[in-house]
């Protein structure tokens, strides 16, 4: 072979040797690094009208950890970020520490979101970081971070689909949400099996019926019988 051709693929094979022992940068170095399990964009939307009756509310935030899994509880940290905080501090709750269950991979650290008058007109934002600690550090920047928006202001639910509207509440609307949430206790049917959704879709149209037999019926914002916007059968 070659002389020339022999040295060109000696260094040639070299320089790939050594760019790639340069990108090997380890990612934890055998530490603990705790995360969110999502990315900062995705922005957690809460308002307590979906919480009828509760003066709080112990949101679930979803947690990850990286690295070696400890044998033991460890304990991490939660921050406020105060200069993209516009929520004052009695509306939440932020303890000291919260403890990462041993030997899982996943869990779950509560924030205590305080329900306020104000929040009835406003939302209020709740910037959130993980922050580092004697036993494990922040992991990816990207997901080290979460932003709640705070309220009690009304928010068409997302399992109000088109399929709600055709075949069983009707088209949506503030007042019907409402009545149907103080009629049933019930803000979020996403979490009910079908059967469940309709006896409480049920309820609420006896209820309709029940007033309109005795001569006070719910009405719609624009003064239509609310029952009659309700095509659910039963």
């Known amino acids: 072979m ?9 260094m040639l ?14 990612l934890y170095n055998g ?30 935030i979803p947690v990850r950890l990286v690295g070696k899994m400890p044998s033991e509880a460890l304990a991490f940290k ?9 929520a004052l501090k009695n509306y939440y709750s932020l303890p000291d520490r919260f403890f990462f269950k041993a030997g899982k991979p996943l869990d779950t650290a509560y924030i205590r979101i305080n329900k306020t008058p104000e929040m009835a007109n406003k939302e209020f934002l709740l910037a959130l970081d993980l922050v580092a600690s004697e ?20 928010r068409k639910p997302v399992w109000w689909t088109t399929s709600i509207d055709t075949y069983a509440l009707g088209v949506y609307s503030e007042a019907k949400y409402r009545k149907f949430m103080e009629v049933t206790g019930i803000g979020d049917l996403s979490v009910y099996s079908s059967f469940e959704q309709r006896d409480y879709m049920l309820q609420f149209k006896y209820y309709l ?19 009659s916007t309700v095509p659910l059968i039963g």
């Not at 790939?16 to 990108?23: D, N, T, V």
Request: proline share 5%; with cysteine.
């Open 135 to 154: 036993t494990v550090l922040p992991g990816q920047t990207a997901y080290s971070r979460r932003v709640l928006k705070i309220s009690d202001m009304v």
């Open 78 to 86: 939660i921050a406020a970020d105060l200069t993209t905080t516009t």
């Open 209 to 227: 019926i029940k007033m309109r037999d005795a001569g006070m019926p719910v009405l719609e914002a624009d003064g239509r019988d609310m029952l």
């Open 31 to 60: 530490e603990n690094y705790i995360q969110f399990t999502a990315a900062v964009q995705d922005t957690v939307n809460m308002s307590f009208f979906f919480y009828p009756n509760q003066d709080h509310v112990d949101l679930p």
């Open 13 to 26: 094979t070299s320089c790939f040797y050594y760019s790639c022992k340069k990108r090997e940068i380890p």
């Open 2 to 10: 070659n002389t020339k051709i022999i040295v060109i693929m000696v």
